[in-house]
């Protein structure tokens, strides 16, 4: 079963605008993870927040953790053309061996010139 | 720099026929990891090592074997594959401390 799930499925949005996407998760976790996938690529590994931290930056991207609530969002600031690419939230549990990750189903970002 | 490489990047197999997905990292990473990602299913992990000669099961590890004989290779081997292995796979690797992890391309593999 997905330890995560992605909120919204889907996502349109005009150049410059803010894109931002929403997971949730259902156990304790160690970390939280956002990659980036390319149509037909690979995953790209954007930003890791750990379980006790709050907030995150990196460029313009903003990633946030509330372990209360289990949920995570991130946020990608002044979108560009080149940030059209589906984003999976991912998490590793405390006492996962192996760094192994249980991904979310993703957000299908499109961002029109 | 390499990273991650996985061969071939697609395959089409018969019912019942087997093979085997390569996949190296030469980043001296313990940790590696099979995945599949299915339409809307984000990904599942298969199999995993968290080093030489030690592997074991993910999620969803029915119909697959893994071995993991140097820290650098990992493959993925369909003993009899069937149209519901259709998928595309992705291998990773890490290191430990629950860092980020480094993902292939994919092996986009077609069961008909």
């Known amino acids: 079963s997905q330890q995560g799930e992605e909120d919204p499925q889907a996502l349109s949005i005009q150049e410059g605008e803010n894109a931002t996407m929403n997971c949730s998760y259902k156990t304790s976790i160690n970390n939280l993870q956002w990659y980036r996938q390319n149509s037909g690529r690979g995953l790209v590994h954007l930003i890791l927040i750990r379980s006790n931290e709050r907030e995150k930056h990196s460029g313009r991207l903003r990633v946030t953790l509330d372990t209360s609530k289990k949920s995570s969002s991130l946020l990608i600031t002044a979108s560009r053309a080149a940030d059209t690419a589906s984003y999976f939230c991912a998490t590793a549990r405390p006492s996962a061996a192996g760094n192994k990750l249980t991904f979310g189903g993703g957000t299908r970002v499109l961002v029109k010139p | 720099n390499a990273g991650v490489t996985q061969t071939p990047k697609f395959q089409v197999l018969k019912t019942g026929q087997s093979m085997t997905l390569q996949c190296a990292q030469d980043m001296n990473h313990e940790y590696m990891s099979w995945y599949r990602q299915d339409p809307g299913m984000g990904l599942r992990l298969i199999h995993y090592s968290v080093g030489a000669g030690i592997t074991d099961q993910g999620e969803v590890p029915n119909g697959y074997n893994v071995s993991r004989s140097t820290t650098e290779d990992f493959p993925l081997r369909l003993l009899s594959a069937a149209p519901s292995q259709t998928s595309v796979y992705f291998c990773?690797?890490?290191?430990?401390?629950?860092?980020?992890?480094?993902f292939g391309q994919g092996t986009r593999l077609t069961v008909v």
């Open positions: 990773a690797s890490s290191l430990p401390g629950r860092t980020e992890a480094f």
